[in-house]
């Protein structure tokens, strides 16, 4: 509980400023502090947008840099982000963000899988702010249940958040089942890579990097309602060779057989207690992930990016990077009847093989 004087907030338009106290706030796990804060924002006439994107969803930026650094536990981490959807809820319900509906219908919904709600959150909120009937569900929605949803509500279009690139071949289906009931699709986030790539693969009907943009293009372009041949699977030819199917079934064994072999290949491994083991194994079951998702999208570079990433999170918690390649070339030797899988895996080694390495063997 706040057991401080309220801070003088920042002259209208500040909201660097802004952000930063409520940063203190979300950091102190205080709830009533941060609530408090935005409240204020808005008596004073701050607008509802903006204390959303310029102010919130900047904190909650800060929050999974914080966390990819070590410099705040998961625990944390869970606690900040519940923090903020609070404020987000205490911003709806102002008297400054109740807006008429002048728009269509929309459904908003992160695919089946993906936990990160807040981004889609926030896109429902700021939908309703320019005069949207917005239906949000929420997180982790089966696409059965979202395509009933759509048959009862008769939605105009459907926005779809993953954040989650190993959520891609879920989030294909959900594109695939709405246009097939005659539904456009925009998604977003960091799950469609870099300037959206993977959402023209996979046949979303448009695509937007924030929320903000996300609202502007939905009120510039009306999304046509996709013809029921819009998509199909057969979009991807390279799924005929079966190495997505294969890999992704068999994660759990390539796991095992990659842990086991990994005390000969790399040697300090002998000496983890079991919790060492245990998030070893994790590590290792989201790198077939990757792998399998890379093998979905025929992409390497989503696999890379993903190690890359890998790495500066294994250095920020002390465990050495020189811990990866092992893995990857056990992989390689498991997988090695499977041509794309074998060229993405070595493409990973190469990214880590030629980063700089400091003298006690992380990435520089």
Not at 110 to 133: M, S, T
Not at 187 to 206: H, I, N, T
Not at 274 to 288: F, M, P, S, W, Y
Request: charged residues 20%; aromatic residues 6%.
């Amino acid at each position: 509980m706040s057991t401080s004087t309220p801070p003088r907030l920042p002259r209208t338009g500040d909201t660097e400023q802004t952000a930063e106290l409520l940063w203190k706030a979300v950091s102190a796990a205080d709830e009533y502090a941060a609530t408090e804060l935005v409240l204020r924002l808005l008596d004073e006439g701050t607008d509802p947008e903006s204390v959303l994107l310029d102010v919130i969803a900047q904190v909650q930026g800060r929050v999974g840099e914080e966390w990819a650094a070590n410099r705040i536990s998961v625990a944390q981490e869970h606690a900040a982000t519940a923090i903020n959807e609070r404020a987000v809820t205490a911003v709806s319900t102002h008297s400054a963000a109740r807006t008429a509906v002048t728009r269509g219908r929309i459904t908003v919904a992160c695919v089946d899988g993906e936990w990160h709600g807040l981004p889609a959150r926030l896109l429902a909120e700021v939908l309703k702010l320019r005069g949207w009937q917005v239906d949000y569900l929420g997180a982790q929605v089966p696409t059965p249940h979202l395509i009933g949803h759509l048959h009862s509500t008769r939605a105009d279009v459907v926005a779809l958040s993953s954040s989650i690139a190993t959520r891609l071949p879920t989030a294909h289906a959900a594109i695939t089942a709405c246009q097939a009931v005659g539904v456009p699709v925009l998604v977003g986030g960091a799950a469609f890579g870099p300037e959206g790539r993977y959402a023209k693969l996979l046949g979303a009907d448009a695509w937007a990097p924030d929320a903000r943009t996300a609202a502007g293009h939905l009120a510039q372009e009306r999304l046509p309602r996709p013809a029921s041949d819009h998509q199909r699977f057969d979009d991807l030819p390279h799924l005929g060779d079966q190495e997505y199917t294969m890999v992704a079934r068999n994660s759990a064994t390539l796991v095992r057989s990659v842990l086991t072999g990994l005390e000969d290949a790399f040697p300090a491994m002998r000496a983890y207690s079991e919790l060492q083991r245990e998030r070893t194994a994790q590590d290792l079951a989201h790198i077939v992930d990757f792998l399998a998702t890379a093998l979905y999208l025929d992409d390497e570079d989503l696999f890379t990016r993903f190690i890359a990433w890998t790495a500066q999170i294994l250095v920020a918690r002390g465990v050495p990077a020189r811990s990866l390649p092992p893995a990857l070339d056990l992989l390689d030797r498991e997988l090695k009847d499977f041509p794309r899988a074998v060229r993405i895996l070595r493409a990973g080694t190469h990214a880590l093989t030629t980063a700089p390495f400091t003298a006690a063997g992380n990435i520089a």
